[in-house]
């Protein structure tokens, strides 16, 4: 039977798990965000590729143009997701800690820092990623006031 001091110190490792729970959240909303913008990138390519072979010359170099551009857009998109997405596994890594460290009563806490800050830094740097994919698409607009 579980003692009640064991109930206590489960429910208090829960309350703690909470905040990173609500990350993974944020951060699932930011992954979907970034899946759709790969999604229309990769179907804008798809459409362009289909109509490279029958373009005229001009045409055509400005079809290549475009997917050149496509192609650094999916770059930055993709690797924004893998750090997005391993920022969200830092953030599971660190939930695992904490119940990990509760079950064992073993200071976890530096470990928690660790995993918490390279979850953080994850997440930075594909936020920036991704912000450096929307600007080359604002960039590559061809009606965008210059």
């Known amino acids: 039977m579980i003692q009640e001091s064991q109930v206590s110190a489960i429910a208090h490792v829960i309350q703690l798990a909470v905040a990173p729970v609500f990350l993974l959240t944020g951060v699932g909303a ?22 490279l072979p029958a373009a005229p010359p001009d045409t055509g170099q400005g079809y290549r143009n475009e997917l050149r551009l496509l192609a650094r857009r ?30 064992l009563e073993t ?28 600007r080359l698409a604002i960039g590559g607009m061809r009606t965008w006031p210059r």
């Open 107 to 134: 200071d976890v806490s530096g470990v928690i820092g660790v995993l918490f800050v390279a979850a953080m830094l994850a997440l930075f740097a594909g936020l920036i990623l991704f912000l450096a994919e929307i």
């Open 30 to 51: 930011i992954l979907s965000v970034m899946a759709n913008r790969l999604a229309r990138v990769i179907d804008r390519s798809r459409v362009l590729e289909d109509r």
């Open 74 to 103: 999916s770059h930055l998109v993709h690797w924004a997701v893998g750090l997005c997405t391993t920022s969200a596994l830092l953030v599971c890594a660190v939930i695992v800690t904490l119940f990990v460290g509760a079950f």
